[in-house]
């Protein structure tokens, strides 16, 4: 009498070679794009950072070592009472959680001033020369400094399937402290969390990015 495995198995494995499931998705086939930013931002980041916006648009996004998908939860209430004994949820808000990249950083170190001339500028609204003894910070308007120009693609290395998230109104909320030390040399990489309003993911074969 054949085992329940030698009876199971083999069906089962044949089913699985035929289905995505035996074909996983990997990490590394990814992309990060930045198209144009708002004029009063790329002004800022050009004229005072001299980081032009081919960089922005062509290289930046190359440069991304390390992504992370982005992911939502909704926050819940909760109803008593309504059915005896019994506590229920119901979903109110959809919150959107911060995510972070990590980019290697050039030569010219064009990524750091890209990521510090945008936060720059988002606390640049005083218009004072940050030398001045009576310095002060004053924040611009959200609309000047958040953009919808961040993207990341997740495909695949046949390039027959894809994901496209776009990030509404995204900003860079902080970036982590860069370490330097002598030693083995290694590649310089900025890390930078992104906070944005929401993300719209575009299903396999959309490439609608408005």
């Not at 922005?56 to 005896?84: R, W, Y």
Request: hydrophobic share 30%; with cysteine; aromatic share 16%.
């Amino acid at each position: 009498m054949a085992s329940p495995k030698t009876v199971v198995q083999e069906p089962k494995m044949s089913v699985l070679k035929s289905k995505d499931i035996a074909k996983p998705s990997l990490t590394n086939y990814y992309q990060v794009h930045f198209s144009t930013l708002t004029e009063g931002l790329q002004k800022h980041i050009s004229s005072r950072y001299g980081v032009k916006s081919e960089f922005i648009t062509q290289e930046s996004g190359l440069m991304c070592a390390d992504a992370t998908l982005p992911t939502s939860s909704f926050a819940t209430a909760e109803v008593k009472d309504n059915f005896h004994g019994i506590n229920e949820q119901y979903a109110h808000t959809r919150l959107y959680i911060d995510t972070d990249f990590t980019f290697y950083v050039d030569k010219n170190y064009q990524m750091i001033k890209f990521f510090e001339g945008w936060m720059d500028y988002i606390s640049s609204g005083s218009g004072m020369n940050e030398n001045s003894k009576t310095y002060y910070r004053r924040f611009q308007y959200p609309d000047t400094y958040k953009c919808n120009t961040m993207y990341i693609t997740k495909f695949e290395k046949d390039y027959e399937s894809e994901l496209v998230y776009h990030f509404r109104n995204v900003f860079p909320k902080s970036m982590t402290a860069i370490p330097v030390s002598y030693g083995a040399a290694d590649i310089l990489k900025v890390n930078v969390t992104f906070n944005y309003d929401r993300y719209v993911m575009y299903p396999v074969g959309s490439r609608s990015y408005t």
